[in-house]
């Protein structure tokens, strides 16, 4: 019988190396390579004038200095939109050194090499930029009122304008009984991984072959970026995704600056050249996300119902658009959710401010577009006083009804067309499993013993799995080893277990036989990347698909040497046999061992594949007519569109009313991601998800100032949650609705947790306080001045805590 | 790349001119310069030691003056290759009256190619503006110091360092050293470095300078 993995939660297998010090993170290569640091700008926005370097050239130890002069050719031009748009009408990219001006505070400016990184920072002081200051813009309110520019030639400071729409918004609002409006906020945030960017190039003189070490999230995208920007031919490039420290998002951009630098500082030296940042320069110099203004008006009837919603969205993006408008496109495309809806228009303005650039971090706009239909409904419960679950039920797409078609088009270049979900199921889970229907007298209880207690709940739907395409090697070697690639990469996901799973049950043998390799272009060459949710789903299918390649080789095989029929054969723990017959067996690595015949043996095991040692039929060679030597198979995974997998949270907190801290009592999740690999790792994603969404709702911002300075550049003031501030239990209910697309059956779960974390919390800290909640992250100092506000009169109360004071009073 | 910079000399234009033009005193004054031999019609050869720390080398130049007009100044051209890259350049010298002193201004196009011109334009113009300001002191204090008068054609040797600190002519690639490099051992097997070639005064300098720094970092 074969052991069956796929679905148990087993151990992760990375695991023991990575907590015993026996990783390989990008720092950990290369104790001989040359140091890097970079002048970055101090200023927000400027002209340079001059960069005067003879202060730098006497610190001993500095091998070079460089700036936007010495680029040339490719290196000398923009850095590339990734993502195209025909609604990104005003793209703008940065140079890998700043070329006569700067946008951002951390734009790097000069890149000094020395002996080391001390060396290369000491120099690096020493060099003085003369500088234009130009007035910063800072925030979308400043951006949209363009009384200044970021880039000269874009004075309203527009990158894009995209619209989403379906039926006739203006004419339903019109006509619907109940109209809402509001404006909301939410602050930027980041992905802030353990393990900054990192990279390392090694120029091999004698192969003219360059060998390049990133911390990236896509590693086959890096050197097709490399080759074009170092006119290199992509056969001479290797990119290697080491260990990684976390990505989150921040690391699917690409090329950043350095990724092209560091290589081509390292052809032009003659030596190794490697820069790993410090948490300073990851602050300035990476990617923001979150940051956007929302303006939102929806039509309802008397039972709730949505009739239509319009969204004017002011979408921060930062100095500049690498990664084109995607955040933009999933915050309108998934603030849909799991409802019904007919009428709909989502604008979303994607602005410059000169501040570092908005790019996808877990959840990648959808936590901002699932506040924006959460809150409204929400409002829309609290204007007609129902119960906010109920109201959301009613409008929730039944069962019945996928694929549901939202005639729009997602992230990924297709349809958004919902495949299968049950979300009246899960919000019954959720009700049941977070307490809703009792928790109104708990609250009134709470309240009347003088403490501030608050549920709320919000749901999502999530695309994941976006093509366009991964691939699987599966590769048995003749000692019984079961190697498996794939070309995207791995930054905490538990790939090593995930696939290997996969391929051990698909194939028969012992995980323990199993190694799996990710994110190297020498091993696996064609490849996305890891984001979106979409590695299970992507490379879990295609490994499966190599396996079953490698399956059915290996059972013709053996059914040959076992003259048996392939039908009656099994592969158990790494055995074939013949079902019910325990005599006729053969080792599967026996099996890879002919499966390649050859002229010259050289060792035991190899002998039985010589010419001489086993009969062949004369008239057939040996490799036969479409056949190859060797036991492997490869294939791809190519989605027609996005699998949609959805989710609900419910969270209670209390407020103190002295201190304004807020403790979360109980964070339950729903999760319906199909099928599941590894449920242990799949509850690992939802609790990284479910820290951050906390993260994002209570802690998290970036303080700019109005000079475009980042006072919080440290996690002395920028704060993430420690242990003590994330629930000490989450509650989890998974739910399976497979996936029709794939062979598997699967959905991505990697960005799940995080998504209705704002929502949630803001729905929840708005019924403890009775208090109008528009904007998140909420602290204390600001809980406290809303408390004051409402005392004085000055603040939007909800109906919801009039129709309260009422009841108490009667 | 393009390099210029000015220079205070005190002395009149005559007496500059002849320093400058005059293979004795730029062979005293170029920091490691063991030869300066004529060639041809205001044409040199030279021969440079020049390194940092424990890594010298000794390379060899050429250097053509022409449209010299004394005192108003001369353009030189100068010529170098080795191992770590080549240089060539060409640069004005022009001579202004200053009451008792002299203005130099000096303008150098080169074209530096090779390993050398891999460490970044700005790194190498600092280097040589460092260094150019190191000679024009090392003329000025020969213009004025209490040493010989001007020589005809003929050899220094480099290795006849003054003692650091004398005030009198810094003679030798130690006293354009910072300090702590003074004193190391040469050692005789020393890899080659970039020929100085440009033998004029800021070219030789260049060469020397980025030979030094390339010399410093290649240990391969």
Redesign the interface.
Known sequence: MTTKLFGEPIARREDARLIVGKGRYLDDIGHGALGVAFVRSPHANARILD????A???V????????Y??LDGPMAQPLPVLIPHPSLTAPRTGYPLANGSVSHVGEPI?MVVA?DRYLAEDAAERIVVDYEFRTPVVGVEAAERADSAVHEDIPDNVAARLVQEFGDVDAALLQAPHTVSFTQTIERSASMPLEGKGVHARWDAVDESLRVYTSTQTSTSVRAAIATKLDLSLDRVEVIAPDVGGGFGVKIVHPWPEELLIPWAAI???REVKWAEDRREHFVSSAHERGQLQRITAGYDDEGRLLALDAHILHDHGAYTPYGIVVPIITSTQLLGPYRLANYRCQVDSVYTNTVIVTPYRGAGRPQGCFAMERTMDRVADDLGLDRAAVREINLIRADEFPWDNHLIFQDGRPLIYDSGDYPSMLDKLRDLVGWEGFEARRSAAAADGRWLGIGMALYVEGTGVGPYEGGHVQVLPSGKVLVSTGLTSQGQGHETAFAQIVAEELGVPIEDIEVHTGDTRRFAYAIGTFASRAAVMSGNAVALAARAVREKALRIAAEVLEVDAADLDIVDGVVGVRGDPGAVLQLSSVAVLSNPLRYAFDEASRAATQFARFASYDQPPVPDDDEPGLEGRDYYSPVRSTFASGAHAVIVEVDPGTCAVTIEKYAVVHDCGRLINPRIVEGQIHGGVAQGVGGALYEVMAYDEMGQLQNASFMDFLMPYVSEVPQRIDIGHQETPSPLNPLGIKGAGEAGVIPGSAAIAAALEDALGIRIASMPLGPSQIYDLIRAAQDGTAEMTLNSARRSQEEST | MKLQGTATLHADRERVFAALTDPGALSRCIPGCESLDLIGEDSYKMTVSAGVGAIRGRYDGQVTLTELVRPDGYVMNARGAGAAGTVDATCRIDLTDDGEQTQLAYSADATVGGPVAGVGQRMISAVAKRMAGQFFAAVDDELTGAQAPLDSVGSASAESAAAPGDGGIQRGYASYLPARRRGELVPADARPLLLAGAGGALIALLGAAVGGWLARRGRE
């Open positions: 960069i005067d370097v003879s730098a050239v006497e001993a130890g500095v091998h070079a200095i460089y700036s002069e010495d000069v002996d032009r030296l003659g």
